[in-house]
């Protein structure tokens, strides 16, 4: 069986520090795992995503994320945050045809 | 591209009528999703289609949800009757596994249709 926990539903950072939402996987084989964000009112957008090739994975706005099997995570990082990258972000599994989404975690950017 | 197009972009309605909430998935896309999301319980993925067929609808709540994919560039959600519980943002994505011979996978939004029953 597959799932994914992201293990904070609310993180917090001020302006220009990092950046760090966790997420961990449970499958059974190697699965394709994806970050989305959602800003409020609108739709998900793809930041970046893991296909079994290299580990860490460049995303979009300067986000990347690490792939550690032995670990099985696949935290999200940022080196600095910016007031725009406030927004609700989105972990999800995929492998076969079995799709399964976090619950969210929303990051709130402090002036 | 015009991207995931759905419509309404907001549709409110009364208890027991009926509800069809459209998608037009990106062209040459195999792959449409319907999500719901909800505060309390977030984002759920309620079907999905593969080359117009329905593959997994494990998450649909109940017989009043019916979802349909006529052709290859136009799926319905259907809510017949709708209650004030089915009170969501309904979102549909397609995808491509494979694009220019690289897997992708990449889901794309719409922009969501907020329901709202009364």
């Known amino acids: 069986a597959q799932s994914v926990t992201q293990l904070d539903s609310h993180v917090s950072v001020s302006e220009g520090t990092p950046v760090l939402l966790r997420c961990n996987y449970s499958?059974?084989?190697?699965?394709?795992l994806f970050w989305y964000v959602q800003h409020p009112n609108k739709g998900l957008q793809l930041l970046l995503k893991y296909t079994s090739a290299a580990t860490l994975v460049k995303g979009i706005n300067g986000f990347e994320a690490e792939f550690k099997k032995s670990e099985t995570s696949f935290h999200l990082t940022k080196p600095s945050a910016h007031m725009s990258d406030a927004a609700e972000y989105f972990c999800?599994?995929?492998?076969?045809?079995?799709?399964?989404f976090g619950k969210g975690t929303r990051l709130h950017i402090l002036p | 591209d015009a991207g995931v197009i759905q419509s309404p972009r907001h549709e409110v309605t009364e208890m027991g009528q009926e509800v069809t909430l459209r998608c037009k998935p990106i062209?040459?896309?195999?792959?449409l999703f319907w999500y719901r999301q909800t505060m309390m319980r977030g984002l759920e993925l309620l079907i999905y289609?593969?080359?117009?067929?329905?593959?997994?609808d494990s998450g649909m709540p109940e017989d009043r949800f019916s979802a349909k994919m006529p052709n290859a560039s136009f799926s319905t959600l259907k809510i017949q009757p709708s209650e004030p519980r089915d009170s969501a943002v309904y979102f549909c994505a397609s995808s491509s596994k494979w694009d220019r011979g690289k897997w992708a996978d990449t889901q794309y939004f719409g922009p969501g249709t907020r329901l709202t029953v009364l």
């Open positions: 062209s040459g896309h195999d792959y």
């Open positions: 999800v599994v995929r492998r076969d045809d079995k799709i399964i």
């Open positions: 499958s059974s084989y190697s699965p394709s």
């Open positions: 289609f593969n080359n117009n067929v329905p593959i997994d």
